[in-house]
C-alpha cells in the first residue's frame, strides 16, 4: 500500500487552523523532496506568508505559514 507522504504535514497544518490566533506561525521542517509540496498544501490551506527557505545545505527543508 501507498502511504501520503503529507498525511502528517496535513493533520497538523488543518489542526492548527484551529490552535493559532491571527498573526500565528506555523514551522515545518520537510524533506527535500516533498518541500515543494508542502509549500503547496499550506497555500491551498489557507496559510499566508508561505516561505520555503534552505537549510545549511543548501537544501530546500525550512517552511514557514501564516494563519490569517
Known sequence: PQTDPQLFYRA???QSKTKL???GMLFFE???????QTKAL?????????ELK???QQKARLLKGVWI
Open 12 to 14: 497538523i497544518a488543518v
Open 30 to 36: 520537510t524533506h527535500e523532496n516533498f518541500a515543494h
Open 42 to 50: 499550506l497555500i491551498e490551506l489557507g496559510y499566508q506568508q508561505v
Open 54 to 56: 534552505l537549510d545549511l
Open 21 to 23: 490566533k491571527s498573526g
